[in-house]
């Protein structure tokens, strides 16, 4: 007996081990038979219980939506034991309206054509991977959400009709993991008592805004808004406060974020990018805190601030934009501890009202200006470091007024800062170093109505340049001004700061000064220490010697042309050989080397000119509303001279007339294929006979007369002006900085 026991069991247990045949006859029953198996053994009993068994049994017996108590675990047996099944999701939600308890209701993958309202608590989640459930509307909103405490991940929700995808009304919908789009109107939209929480979604293609919200708040995080048309984020009202944080917001048609009649909102640490228009707008009174994003390669300005914008702007890093880093016009806002680089418009750009405050910003290696303020704009600089921009650090004009205090503007590639037409400016406790031109350059009616404390010191052409009405006040006494127009002093091979002290020693004290510059030094009755002071005619640095000739000769009727090129002839032996740093240059508004218009009108003979009487035109101010601005000084004086304009202005901008030659076109990172935009003298000479567009009024400089390399194609400029502004450029990179230098000296970070 006990060995026939004993053969039995060993059989049993050859034939229960194979798990694979057992659960291959086990699929072939229903609910009722796995019951019925589970209660014969220990060992059936296990396998009956398989995920995989239960889940053929409840794609077998299910309809494609099913409803379920919340705290059911979302396995096969817990779903097959609880559901409750339906054909459509709008059934399961009149079931659950029904019921006591909150519920889920879970979607099978397939296509719904369906108007859904969440009027209570619930959860709905598609099932399978993401993109295979999709919610479709067409007769209403996909989603109208007006309840509390409630979920929607993992769904495709569309919308082909005139309506949201998804309307919340009220409530503290949570939607997750979800693709969004809208042929017709905004994907979202939160309207005064709604406050979701939207997240971890790919939002895109819509025909307005990815999200409109209108008075609510709530949170979005972590999504994706690409391809919309009007931007991913759009914020109206004064009720609302959403935050906005670490979300991807790329390549939208529209702009990155769009904030506007006064509303609230936190915008914190997102990528804004690559947008067809600004990264981030915000005007109409809203008060936002924007604050660690990166905002680049946008076509638009990184930051378009405008109509009474009162944000905080804190610690973004704005660059590679199109136009400007920041863009800020009839607004106040306040700026600080931000890096706006490289850029190919302006880093800052202040115009018509601005009135913002700026601190401890970094502003560097624009293309254009790093702050550019002009057409009555104003505002703050303080403590900003703004370095290395391909025009001038800051340059004012248009009557506008700043006040800039305790600033470094250090290796920018003309002047570091540059006052012209109007300008009014507080200049206190800067230093401004190692830039290209003048260290602070004074024309066309700017002025420094306070100019003290500042350290100004080994700029390339000269220290302080200005015109003799428009010095500022203890400019010697209340300011330190050292070692400017030594070229040695930021040689690319200086790389010994003993060197160039001695040699700047023996360059200042051993070379034996010749007569120009003897009688030059005569007439510096202001001198620092023993610098030179020169004179500047509007488009080129002077020797004093040539100003203090001319203006004993201004008033004789004999003066001549050939006086004026015998005086142009002095300049150039003596610029090259003017002993010691030259701290300062005035600038004559009389001097010039080429012949002076007749009075009275100014006949052309070119049948392409639009306009024949242009120098009378060039003399009357351009009407602005209540408002009048008049052509920019130096612009009126190259057209006086029948010179191109941009040898008088140089690469900063001035008001004058312009047009587009449509003939001549040149390849600009800003725009592509593009005009060029040229001044009134280059389109009656060089362009003659070509397509001219219609003539404008604004403030700019000659494409025409531009210097590439070192020199001009333009058959307007001077040869003088070519060969000054050489002397500046080896390349279109700009000025040669030995930024090791003034790491060096002034312990900056590069």
């Known amino acids: 007996m006990m060995s026939s026991s004993s053969s039995s069991s060993s059989s049993i247990e050859w034939t229960f081990g194979s798990d694979d045949l057992w659960l291959n006859i086990l699929s072939h029953l229903d609910a009722s038979g796995l019951c019925a198996v589970a209660q014969t053994c220990t060992f059936l009993h296990d396998l009956s219980l398989d995920r995989f068994l239960w889940a053929g049994v409840l794609e077998r017996s299910r309809k494609r939506v099913v409803l ?15 559901k409750k099944d339906y054909d459509t999701i709008t059934e399961a939600l009149q079931a659950a309206g029904a019921l006591d308890e909150r519920h889920t209701i879970y979607v099978s993958p397939g296509l719904y054509r369906e108007h859904l309202v969440l009027d209570k608590p619930i959860d709905i989640i598609g099932e399978g991977p993401l993109g295979g459930t999709i919610v479709e509307g067409v007769d209403g909103n996909t989603l109208a959400c007006k309840a509390d405490e409630t979920r929607v991940a ?203 405050i700026l601190k401890n910003n970094k502003i560097s290696e624009n293309r254009r200006v790093g702050v550019h303020v002009y057409r009555e704009g104003r505002g703050l600089l303080e403590g900003n470091l703004i370095m290395g921009n391909k025009n001038a650090g800051v340059q004012v004009y248009g009557a506008g007024q700043s006040v800039l205090v305790e600033n470094r503007i250090l290796g920018n590639h003309c002047s570091g800062i540059y006052m012209s037409d109007g300008a009014v400016l507080e200049v206190r406790g800067n230093e401004v170093a190692y830039n290209g031109d003048a260290g602070v350059e004074i024309v066309s009616g700017g002025s420094a109505k306070i100019f003290q404390l500042n350290m100004i010191h080994h700029n390339q052409m ?81 020797s004093l010697h040539e100003m203090c000739t001319f203006e004993e000769d201004d008033d004789d009727e004999e003066y001549d042309h050939h006086h004026d090129m015998e005086m142009s002839s002095q300049h150039s032996s003596c610029c090259g050989d003017i002993d010691g740093d030259v701290d300062m240059m005035v600038s004559s508004p009389v001097l010039s080397s080429m012949p002076k218009f007749k009075a009275g009108p100014q006949r052309f003979n070119h049948a392409d000119l639009v306009e024949r009487e242009a120098r009378e035109m060039y003399l009357q101010p351009i009407k602005k509303g209540m408002e009048t601005e008049i052509v920019s000084f130096l612009a009126e004086k190259a057209i006086q001279a029948r010179q191109c304009t941009f040898s008088f202005t140089k690469e900063y901008y001035h008001a004058q007339y312009w047009y587009e030659c449509r003939t001549c076109s040149q390849t600009r990172s800003i725009l592509g294929k593009s005009e060029l935009s040229i001044c009134e003298t280059c389109a009656r000479t060089c362009h003659k006979g070509h397509e001219l567009g219609v003539r404008k009024f604004g403030h700019f400089y000659c494409d025409c007369g531009q210097i590439t390399n070192g020199q001009s194609s333009c058959c307007s400029m001077p040869p003088a002006a070519t060969y000054i502004r050489k002397t500046l450029r080896k390349s279109d990179s700009g000025v040669k900085v030995n930024f090791n230098a003034i790491n060096r000296t002034m312990a900056v970070s590069i």
Request: hydrophobic share 30%.
């Open 154 to 356: 993992n769904l495709v929700l569309t919308q082909s009709g005139f309506w949201f995808c998804i309307d919340i009304e009220r409530g503290s919908v949570r939607i997750e993991g979800c693709h969004i789009t809208n042929k017709t109107l905004s994907a979202i939209k939160v309207a005064r008592e709604a406050s979701p929480v939207i997240c971890d979604n790919i939002i895109f293609d819509t025909n307005e805004a990815g999200i409109a919200i209108f008075g609510g708040s709530g949170v979005i995080e972590r999504n994706e808004f690409r391809g919309n048309r009007y931007g991913s984020i759009e914020v109206v009202y004064s009720s609302s406060s959403p935050i906005i944080r670490q979300n991807n917001i790329h390549h939208n048609i529209g702009y990155g974020i769009h904030i506007h009649s006064e509303a609230k909102c936190l915008i914190e640490e997102n990528e804004i990018h690559h947008n067809d228009s600004d990264g981030v707008a915000c005007w109409g009174g809203c008060t936002p805190l924007i604050r660690k994003n990166r905002v680049h390669n946008n076509k638009g300005d990184g930051l378009y601030l405008y109509d009474n914008c009162l944000g905080n702007f804190v610690e973004n890093e704005v660059y590679e934009q199109r136009l400007d880093g920041v863009r800020i016009s009839g607004a106040s806002p306040s700026l600080e501890g931000n890096h706006f680089h490289h850029n190919e418009g302006d880093g800052v750009r202040l115009v018509v009202g601005a009135n913002p």
């Open 462 to 542: 000269v220290g302080v340049a200005f015109y003799p009405d428009s010095k500022p006040i203890l400019l010697e006494t209340a300011n330190k001004i050292y070692k400017n127009g030594d070229n040695d002093g930021i040689d690319e091979d200086d790389d010994d700061d003993e060197e160039e002290e001695e040699y700047n020693h023996h360059h200042h004290h051993s070379h034996h000064p010749d007569e120009a510059s003897r009688e030059m030094a005569d007439c510096a009755t202001h001198s620092v220490s023993e610098a030179s002071y020169c004179l500047s005619n509007a488009s080129s640095f002077s």
């Open 68 to 82: 379920v108590p919340r705290e059911v675990p979302y396995t096969p047996r817990d779903l097959y034991r609880h």
